[in-house]
């Protein structure tokens, strides 16, 4: 049986593409006017979406329309709404108009920058905006692809941290089984994730103090103890910025006790990184140029979609020597010649997006004065929701405020935390995170969402004082 094309060819042609790119821009401008007044958590049943799509792909091809209405009708019911100004759990997620225009020349272009010869602007590009960032966040200029260092763009902090976990080990010589990794108690679960897939046999993870940062004593008796049993200590993954209460671990003095003791010092900022473009935080990540390597997430808190992580060497040849194979196919004079980077050697995929495209539009777009605009307004906010919650009788902080990460709970004990929790995501326009440090519940509120001003937290106050009184 043979079947006829519609028209000769099944492809949407340039006209009708022009015609339903149009559509899709214009729901996408609606969905941000009125994202804010949407539920933000659906309120389905897991199997519910599934149930009302078909079981097979459709024979016949259908009209785009068709398409676009189910993306209202069966798409949007499902979907959590990140992108919410009420959004203040987990860390942002966000993106931004720019962002979105330059994803979608990416996928247009639908370039594969894994050598600089298959597509020589995505790397240079690529290159360009690493550099740019390290003057932006105040990083080690020998971090720059025009020093011996240079950054990458990863998919995750997740990918950047493993992946310099396997530099350190490939450094190192010892048994796989005896190479330790440390990293403090708070330490994101990425850290013991990479490991664990990186093959270290131990991971040690190091007490905190009251501000949840990593005692440096501790860290560096934990060394003695681990040499001292035989074990070879490889690595230390410190935090600018923790997942749970964004607490900043002592770079400096980790760095000293990593370089006195030959350890690999890889810094985690994925959230805090962004903030770093106001000098005014830069105190916190004092001590980087004794770092070995470093990532953070614009993805997160810098208006850049997912995925976009920027993980940073000090020095880029262990990382090529541990992670380059040529195989015949892939050889090629530019890259025979030394003179360009070849981005498929700084981490385990071959095939690349062109992912520093969405960036470059949001770093011109906004410029750093928009970044830091935003960024000093959001700590702002978080600041003064601090104020509020320590002049309430009834609540009780439990972390210092460096970024925008409040961190609290209910005098009343666990129960009363969670069902002021609860309360607020209860009420559909705001969402926070519950979570648990030394046993005892708390609340993460996380501002940063693209779209959150002073409205929005005045909002979310006006929620935690109608659960739990005004003063
Ligand atoms: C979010 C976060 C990560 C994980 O980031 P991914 O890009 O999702 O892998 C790692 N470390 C810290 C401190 C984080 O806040």
Redesign the pocket.
């Known amino acids: 049986m043979t079947t006829e094309a519609p028209h000769g060819s099944y492809h949407m042609s340039p006209d009708e593409f022009r015609r339903h790119g149009h559509d899709v821009i214009d729901w996408l401008a609606r969905y941000m006017e009125d994202v804010g007044d949407r539920p933000i958590t659906p309120t389905i049943e897991p199997g519910q979406i599934r149930a009302r799509m078909p079981d097979s792909v459709p024979e016949q091809p259908e009209p785009f329309d068709a398409i676009l209405r189910d993306l209202d009708e069966i798409v949007m019911p499902g979907i959590t709404h990140w992108q919410s100004p009420g959004w203040f759990a987990y860390?942002p997620a966000n993106t931004s108009p720019p962002s979105i225009l330059g994803e979608l020349v990416a996928a247009g272009l639908g370039v594969q920058g894994m050598l600089w010869s298959t597509s020589p602007a995505a790397t240079e590009i690529e290159e360009v905006v690493a550099d740019w960032l390290v003057d932006l966040l105040g990083l080690p200029e020998p971090w720059k692809t025009t020093g011996p260092g240079g950054g990458v763009i990863q998919m995750?902090?997740?990918d950047s941290t493993h992946t310099a976990l396997v530099v350190a080990r490939e450094q190192a010589s010892g048994e796989d089984g005896k190479m330790v990794v440390y990293a403090s108690e708070q330490a994101?679960s990425?850290v013991e994730k990479g490991a664990m897939v990186a093959g270290y046999g131990h991971v040690r993870l190091v007490p905190v103090d009251d501000r949840y940062a990593m005692r440096a004593g501790a860290f560096d008796a934990a060394i003695e103890t681990d040499v001292a049993k035989g074990l070879i200590p490889v690595a230390v993954v410190s935090?600018v910025?923790?997942?749970g209460t964004t607490a900043v671990d002592p770079v400096r003095a980790i760095g000293e006790i990593a370089r006195a003791h030959g350890l690999w010092h890889h810094v985690?900022a994925?959230?805090a990184g962004t903030a770093m473009t106001c000098p005014e935080f830069r105190h916190y990540q004092d001590g980087l140029e004794l770092a070995d390597s470093y990532t953070f997430?614009p993805h997160?808190w810098m208006f850049t979609n997912f995925d976009c992580?920027l993980f940073y060497v000090a020095d880029r040849r262990p990382l090529i020597e541990a992670l380059s194979i040529v195989p015949p196919y892939l050889r090629n004079e530019a890259s025979e010649s030394g003179q360009v980077i070849d981005y498929r050697d700084w981490h385990v995929p071959l095939g690349r997006r062109f992912r520093a495209l969405k960036l470059w539009f949001v770093l011109r777009s906004y410029g750093a004065e928009g970044i830091r605009h935003h960024v000093r307004e959001h700590v702002a906010l978080a600041t003064t929701l601090g104020e509020r919650i320590d002049s309430h009788p009834e609540l009780e902080r439990i972390a210092p405020i460096p970024f925008g990460l409040v961190s609290f709970r209910h005098v009343g004990g666990d129960e009363a935390t969670d069902a002021l929790a609860s309360a607020i995501n209860d009420s559909g326009w705001a969402y926070v995170t519950p979570s648990t440090i030394d046993g005892r519940r708390f609340i993460r509120v996380s501002i940063g969402q693209t779209h959150t001003t002073a409205e929005h937290v005045d909002r979310l106050w006006g929620l935690i004082e109608e659960v739990v009184g005004s003063r």
Do not use: C, L
């Open positions: 860390f995750s902090a997740s994101h990425s935090a910025g923790t997942t985690d994925a959230y997430n997160k992580s």
